[in-house]
């Protein structure tokens, strides 16, 4: 079993890069990885794999909406959050400041499970 999370991203980054890897395969490391560099907090990577995915994607395991470039909008989908039973995302959006809003995206996905 691979350890850090780090490892992991080299793992699923390798799998994308490998010119024999099927689509499917591409997709699903690119979905594994998303949510790896969400725990990192590492943005700018969620934010291009989630660029990449929403172009193919097809699956309710991950959600996109772009957000608006209004502040004011901004708190009503995190109002969303709480709706949608995800408090958690919204408390780290909310105490995030690495977000650039006009790049800001709103995102859910399902957390990967502890093996």
């Not at 994308?16 to 790896?36: F, H, M, P, Y």
């Not at 660029?51 to 502040?71: C, F, G, R, W, Y």
């Not at 004011?72 to 109002?79: A, F, G, K, P, R």
């Amino acid at each position: 079993m691979l350890g850090s999370n780090e490892e992991k991203i080299k793992l699923l980054t390798n799998i994308i890069n490998n010119q024999t890897s099927t689509k499917d395969q591409i997709k699903c490391a690119r979905e594994l990885r998303v949510g790896i560099n969400f725990e990192l907090k590492q943005w700018q990577d969620v934010i291009n794999d989630i660029n990449i995915l929403e172009q193919t994607i097809d699956s309710a395991d991950l959600q996109v909406m772009k957000s608006p470039h209004d502040e004011n909008e901004i708190v009503d989908l995190h109002e969303l959050c709480i709706e949608g039973d995800n408090a958690e995302l919204k408390s780290l959006l909310e105490k995030s400041k690495e977000i650039d809003v006009n790049q800001y995206k709103l995102f859910v996905y399902r957390p990967l499970p502890n093996s």
